[in-house]
């Protein structure tokens, strides 16, 4: 039965090889060269963020491994890739993003959202927010308070879970579609500077969004990819969900 598996897990590797276009073997390239998450029995993976991490999930659905509550975005996309390929692991996968939510807002509900989930693994996505209600005029943050926040919820994480394998992803955005205007930049820039500087300062693993949805653009136009520039389309997430895959060794 062993056997049975990693035959079909060695085909779909050699499938998707030979049939990967160029741009998106580019992005993987990116996620080779780091650190790989170790998926040890009964590990727990957390997801936590804003809407594109949120993804319509039914927050009322408190289960792990469950499609409703993976809501329709990357994480569903991850889950279900993860759990095929380590089906007697025993991973539990939740997803807690929140639709809307900045820095502080995780922090406001750390403790039941992540805290009290005990996670293994821990993945972040947040930032696209702590800026884009600035240019709205609904918020006040500023980059400093951005970094300020991002690094005491993750210490805070770090008291609590020392040997916590940590994914900080890059909040990005596709210039030129809908939201993301010229107004953006050169300010968003920071955000994406800093999620990576804190990345390194935890020793964790970056998922180099923006550089993906660059590359992606070489095959098809940002709105291909996303509806407002901000947003995943499934394309979107499913380029997404692939670099993400990368670090995991299983």
């Not at 590797?13 to 170790?38: D, F, G, N, R, Y």
């Not at 955000?191 to 949805?213: D, T």
Request: glycine share 6%; hydrophobic share 40%; with cysteine.
């Amino acid at each position: 039965m062993s056997n049975r598996r990693d035959f079909i897990k060695g085909t779909a590797a050699v499938a998707a090889a030979t049939t990967m276009l160029p741009w998106m073997a580019s992005a993987t390239e990116i996620m080779a060269k780091q650190k790989k998450i170790k998926l040890a029995d009964n590990t727990v993976v957390l997801f936590q963020g804003d809407s594109i991490t949120d993804a319509g999930r039914d927050k009322n659905n408190m289960e792990y491994n469950n499609q409703a509550a993976f809501g329709n975005g990357y994480v569903s996309h991850i889950a279900a890739q993860l759990l095929f390929d380590n089906p007697a692991k025993k991973l539990k996968i939740y997803n807690k993003g929140i639709s809307g939510n900045k820095v502080f807002q995780l922090a406001d509900r750390w403790d039941k959202d992540c805290l009290e989930l005990k996670p293994d693994v821990l993945s972040i996505m947040v930032g696209v927010n702590d800026f884009w209600h600035t240019v709205t005029g609904n918020y006040k943050g500023t980059i400093q308070t951005y970094k300020d926040d991002y690094v005491k919820l993750l210490n805070r994480t770090k008291e609590k879970f020392p040997n916590i394998q940590l994914i900080i992803a890059e909040p990005y955005a596709v210039k030129g579609v809908k939201a993301v205007d010229d107004k953006w930049y050169p300010a968003f820039d920071d955000y994406r500077h800093a999620a990576h500087e804190i990345a390194n300062q935890f020793n964790a693993i970056y998922i180099p969004l923006q550089e993906v949805f660059d590359h992606a653009q070489e095959a098809m136009p940002g709105k291909y990819w996303t509806g407002d520039g901000v947003h995943p389309s499934p394309a979107g997430a499913q380029i997404m969900a692939t670099a993400w895959l990368a670090a995991f060794k299983g």
